[in-house]
């Protein structure tokens, strides 16, 4: 059955507010489910290099475990231990030279602080749409209630042009405007437990991150790693 209500009438009629507040609250959406999928493939994959890390420390020499790493791209694992290498070659390097602000630093404090900067390049990275997410889920209801307030002003305008203003009459422009408001709920809600889920799993992967960069700082510093005691 045809109905002069609904989505399809909302955009046709609507004027250039409306519309613009509808294509808003679809860009938003598709760019929330964009950044959602991404993310959360990004940290499946994360996940199955966990099972690297016990093959690096197996390994018999740090570039020999630095090779057990596959997509060095992409691996923060691998990058944290190449850029540990870097630094550690670099103060060494640099042993007989004092021209170098490092050498105010000691060796274990020179690598600590390479390993948290290393570390916090990689969390910086993992934040990557976070924002995004987190101001779509705290605008969207907002500007789905504008087109809201917008429709039924124009459609209480209509309605008294007319000169009747029967319930038949009333409940269809007044339910179209209410369209708005759902439409900004369902692109508020996405965002906003995508938002609460990446942010748990990064805070997870870079507790992880931490005890690998802890683990690298007692290899360099004592020549082997903590033991976690199990």
């Known amino acids: 059955m045809n109905t002069p209500f609904g989505i399809a009438n909302l955009w046709l ?16 959406s598709i760019i929330t489910w964009v950044i959602l999928l991404s993310r959360f493939w990004d940290l499946r994959n994360l996940r199955k290099l966990s099972p690297q890390l016990d093959q690096f420390w197996r390994a018999t020499s740090y570039d020999q475990g630095l090779n057990v790493f596959s997509d060095h791209a992409g691996n923060p694992y691998y990058q944290i231990a190449k ?24 060796y274990s ?6 390993l948290k900067n290393s570390i916090d390049g990689v969390a910086a990275k993992l934040q990557k749409g976070l924002t995004f997410l987190g101001s779509t889920g705290a605008t969207a209801p907002f500007i789905g209630l504008f087109g809201t307030v917008w429709g039924i002003y124009h459609a ?38 995508g938002f609460n889920a990446l942010n748990r799993a990064n805070k997870l992967l870079v507790a992880d991150l931490n005890r690998f960069g802890n683990d690298l700082l007692a290899y360099f510093v004592t020549g082997a790693r903590v033991q976690s005691g199990e």
């Open 109 to 114: 404090e020179w690598m600590a602080r390479s």
């Open 83 to 106: 850029s540990a290498a870097t630094a550690s070659a670099h103060h060494q390097s640099q042993a007989t030279n004092h021209r170098e602000l490092l050498q105010t630093l000691n």
């Open 156 to 193: 209480l305008i209509s309605i008294s042009s007319s000169g009747s203003a029967q319930i038949d009459q009333v409940a269809g422009p007044i339910g179209e405007a209410l369209i708005m408001t759902a439409l900004g709920l369902a692109v508020a809600i996405p965002a906003v437990l």
């Open 13 to 28: 009629e609507g004027d250039f507010i409306t519309r613009f507040v509808a294509l808003a609250l679809l860009t938003c």
